[in-house]
T-cell receptor
Framework: DAMVIQNPRYQVTQFGKPVTLSCSQT?????MYWYQQKSSQAPKLLFH???????NEADTPDNFQSRRPNTSFCFLDIRSPGLGDAAMYLC????????????FGNGTRLTVT | GENVEQHPSTLSVQEGDSAVIKCTYS??????FPWYKQELGKRPQLIID?????GEKKDQRIAVTLNKTAKHFSLHITETQPEDSAVYFC???????????FGKGTSLLVTP
């Protein structure tokens, strides 16, 4: 089945220790997104790529970076995780932008100790 | 991003009753309004969407209405069932359609 796959499902990292979350898609969608979702809150957009064109939300902390080496893969790097970065990180894709349905991965739940 | 406001934040109904969730948006250029359902510990999943050239759309027990003049849209669930219990998010496009902004969510509880 075509899908959006996130690894790992659960990630534990130490305060200040860099961590990378990964996302892959078999949908061949042009657009990929990273959302951060904290408990009982809405998903908050961190970045999106339209093909290789990178777009950073104005309030995304500098501590967060992203890479999209090819159409299928996208990575979220957190350079120095703080306790406040503990959250569910959701990757999503869409075929032509946000005016087409988003397909979400199952997410990576990040714990910072 | 542009604001999307969603009400109510929690909603409890009895099985068989209807549930209505309302959202307003601020970007007059928004042209796509999806609704996502998120069950506990799972990913958001699209349940219905509507585009700005349509006033209403229905899919079995779920319907969405859009009033572009007033910049608000609503989700209607009829004949609710316990499996409808979840958090529902409305969303609207911004950035010329490249990204979505989500409402804060409505936690719907359907009691048997």
């Amino acid at each position: 089945d075509a899908m959006v796959i996130q690894n790992p499902r659960y990630q534990v990292t130490q305060f200040g220790k860099p961590v990378t979350l990964s996302c892959s898609q078999t949908l061949n969608h042009n657009v990929m997104y990273w959302y951060q979702q904290k408990s009982s809150q809405a998903p908050k957009l961190l970045f999106h790529y339209y093909d290789k064109d990178f777009n950073n939300e104005a309030d995304t902390p500098d501590n967060f970076q992203s890479r999209r080496p090819n159409t299928s893969f996208c990575f979220l790097d957190i350079r120095s995780p703080g306790l406040g970065d503990a959250a569910m990180y959701l990757c999503a894709t869409s075929s032509e932008g946000a005016d087409s349905p988003l397909h979400f991965g199952n997410g990576t739940r990040l714990t910072v100790t | 991003g542009e604001n999307v406001e969603q009400h109510p934040s929690t909603l409890s109904v009895q099985e068989g009753d209807s549930a209505v969730i309302k959202c307003t948006y601020s970007d007059s250029a928004s042209n796509y309004f999806p609704w996502y359902k998120q069950e506990l510990g799972k990913r958001p999943q699209l349940i219905i969407d509507i585009r700005s050239n349509v006033g209403e759309k229905k899919d079995q027990r779920i319907a969405v209405t859009l009033n572009k003049t007033a910049k608000h849209f609503s989700l209607h669930i009829t004949e609710t069932q316990p499996e409808d219990s979840a958090v529902y998010f409305c969303a609207a496009t911004f950035y010329s359609g490249y990204a979505l902004n989500f409402g804060k969510g409505t936690s719907l509880l359907v009691t048997p």
